[in-house]
């Protein structure tokens, strides 16, 4: 190797570990990006094929085994399908059945007598949903009977892997929600 050659590869020596340094932390904050959105991807999945699965026990009137309530077989479901990933303890559940499609997110009928457009405690109305109150939504906490219309909201709230996510999201803790709307099978009960 002549002099010239030489001062060539001695000026080429730290290009690498600089090319390195300057490259890798970008590497590396793709490659930590790229988990933590298929982590938030896979539990949002986990957590509507958890409703959906809910739904199809519902939707056909199957009633609980070993004592449980649907609420209970419902978090058992969400613990099966969610593969450790999610928490049942942190997910909560609302089942709500209606009379039908129309009927929901429809206030329970109210005669307004002093016509102030609300419904005064001292005001006649329709119990549509049976809990004694008059509500701004005709909907009842239940799965349903055959033909109702019942909507399953599952919401999950979790601590990101790395906070990256969040942070570039503002959202720390996330929270995911799955809602699945179904009529039931005529069954009776």
């Given at each position: 190797m002549d002099g010239k050659a030489m001062k060539r590869w001695l000026s080429r020596k730290g290009t690498t570990a600089l090319e390195f340094a300057l490259v890798a932390p970008l590497v590396i904050l793709v490659a930590v990006a790229i988990v933590e959105f298929g982590y938030i991807m896979t539990v949002q999945n986990l957590l509507e094929l958890s409703a959906r699965k809910a739904s199809r026990g519902g939707v056909t009137g199957?009633?609980?085994?070993?004592?449980?309530t649907r609420e209970e077989m419902l978090r058992a479901i969400v613990r099966e399908t969610g593969l450790g990933l999610i928490d049942p303890a942190r997910v909560t559940i609302g089942i709500t059945a209606y009379d039908g499609f129309e009927k929901i997110g429809q206030p329970e009928p109210?005669?307004?007598l002093n016509?102030?457009?609300?419904?005064?405690?001292?005001?006649?109305?329709?119990?549509?949903?049976g809990n004694g109150l008059w509500d701004k939504d005709q909907g009842k906490a239940s799965a349903?009977?055959?033909?109702?219309?019942v909507i399953y909201t599952l919401s999950y709230t979790d601590v990101p892997l790395t906070g990256m996510v969040a942070a570039l999201m503002a959202a720390s803790?996330?929270?995911?929600s799955a809602r699945v709307v179904v009529r039931n099978e005529p069954f009776r009960g």
């Open positions: 199957e009633t609980p085994t070993g004592g449980m109210c005669m307004d016509g102030n457009g609300v419904c005064d405690p001292s005001e006649p109305f329709t119990d549509v949903n349903g009977s055959g033909g109702q219309v803790p996330m929270t995911y």
